[in-house]
Nanobody, 123 residues
Framework: QEQLVESGGGEVQAGGSLRLSCAASGRTVSAYTMGWFRQAPGKEREFVAA????????YYADSVKGRFTISRENAKNTVVLQMNVLKPEDTAVYYC????????????????WGQGTQVTVSS
């Protein structure tokens, strides 16, 4: 059974850091494009970061560029999102996704999603 399970969410003060993990089963993370998306209350789900399959090129939303880093831990079949210098506007449920999208920012091109993990940044 294919599954993605996120962990590492929590509450942190502005300026702090969190490390989100996405553990995959039934799929090899290096064989798929892996993405992180987030959804704040009352807002649409939005792209945060992605790492392309095989070569591993990375992509970031402008709002997180320079603060967030996406990476793969192939031995653990896990994708990590390191989030630094967090801001209150980063508060959202963060979702991990896997697929083979032609455009890494397009939500409906990912075919496997995790259940999400809550990140809350207080000012």
């Amino acid at each position: 059974q294919e599954q993605l399970v996120e962990s590492g969410g929590g509450e942190v003060q502005a300026g702090g850091s969190l490390r989100l993990s996405c553990a995959a089963s039934g799929r090899t993370v290096s064989a798929y494009t892996m993405g992180w998306f987030r959804q704040a209350p009352g807002k649409e789900r939005e792209f945060v970061a992605a790492i392309k399959r095989s070569v591993g090129f990375t992509y970031y939303a402008d709002s997180v560029k320079g603060r967030f880093t996406i990476s793969r831990e192939n031995a653990k079949n896990t994708v990590v999102l390191q989030m630094n210098v967090l801001k209150p506007e980063d508060t959202a449920v963060y979702y991990c996704a896997a697929g083979a999208p032609s455009a890494v920012t397009t939500i409906n091109l990912y075919d496997l999603w995790g259940q999400g993990t809550q990140v809350t940044v207080s000012s």
